[in-house]
């Protein structure tokens, strides 16, 4: 490597662990001391070299929203690394996703098709089940996709969300049930800036959990499903904007990715 570019690649390495570290401190301040919560580091449209960057200081969780980006940087990237898939899913990727050894999660899962190909993909031998959490549209934007959310007047026991958390849970042992995921409207992450501002879209994801939560412990009991088999079930909520109110809205999991990589090209 010359050393102009190795220069470059150490100014790149420095300024990502900058806003590394300064993303988990603040990460730990939001959230609670009981359970701390999972910073997914996003690392899309990102080179590998900025994720190995991150890994070297301890960060081992990981999103992509692409399959073949994801599938490229696993292979060139250490092996303990946790992926998390963040994308659209299709049931035709099911089977490249389900061949990546540490895929540890696939946070959007919204159709028993795709479990059913997930499950049937994953090798027998795999060293734990895969993590799904369903993806649900809180905003009821068109251009998000997920689940319709559960409310206290919905049947919750025929809604689209328990319907496919049952199936996992019935239906695909090699897969586990861990929680719920949502991303949210923006125009509601850019105006909650007060203290007591609530977010809708955190506290319709946690209202779902609970309905469901409840659906699925009077059917299977706890032991099958949620963190660890628990029955706890995680909340995947908040990105760069939001993650902080995200965590003191109850978050377990959150994906940022411009506050540690900086602005991403636009693809579409
Ligand atoms: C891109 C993406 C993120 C990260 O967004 P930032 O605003 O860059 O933090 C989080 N979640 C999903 C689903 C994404 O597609």
Redesign the pocket.
């Known amino acids: 490597m010359s050393s102009a570019i190795s220069e470059q690649l150490g100014a790149r390495n420095a300024e990502i662990l900058e806003s590394l570290t300064e993303i988990r401190s603040r990460v730990a301040s939001s959230s609670g001391t009981s359970n701390p919560a999972t910073l997914?580091a996003?690392s899309?449209f990102k080179p590998a070299s900025d994720v190995q960057a991150c890994f070297n200081h301890g960060q081992l969780d990981f999103?992509e929203?692409y399959v073949q980006e994801l599938e490229d940087k696993a292979k060139a990237l250490p092996a303990e690394i946790r992926w998390h898939f963040?994308?659209t899913l299709q049931s035709n990727k099911a089977k490249v996703l389900a061949a990546i050894p540490n895929l540890y999660s696939i946070?959007?899962l919204t159709s028993t098709k795709a479990a059913t190909a997930l499950n049937k993909s994953l090798p027998a031998d795999r060293s734990a089940p895969l993590n799904i959490l369903i993806q649900i549209n809180t905003s009821g934007e068109e251009s998000k996709s997920g689940l319709a959310p559960l409310s206290a007047s919905s049947l919750a026991a025929q809604a689209e969300a328990t319907k496919l958390a049952r199936h996992i849970i019935a239906e695909c042992p090699r897969l586990r049930f861990q929680g719920l995921?949502t991303?949210g409207a923006l125009e509601r992450s850019l105006s909650a800036g007060g203290e007591n501002d609530e977010n809708a879209d955190f506290e319709c994801l946690k209202g779902t959990r609970d309905i469901l939560a409840e659906a699925l412990a009077a059917e299977f009991g706890i032991g099958r499903w949620g963190e660890e088999g628990t029955g706890r079930l995680l909340l995947s909520m908040g990105?760069?904007?939001d993650?902080e109110a995200a965590l003191k809205a109850g978050s377990d999991i959150v994906?940022?990715?411009?506050?540690?990589?900086g602005?991403?090209a636009k693809k579409e």
């Open positions: 997914v996003v899309k999103g929203n963040i994308g946070q959007t995921m991303i990105m760069s904007n993650f994906r940022v990715g411009t506050g540690i990589f602005a991403r």
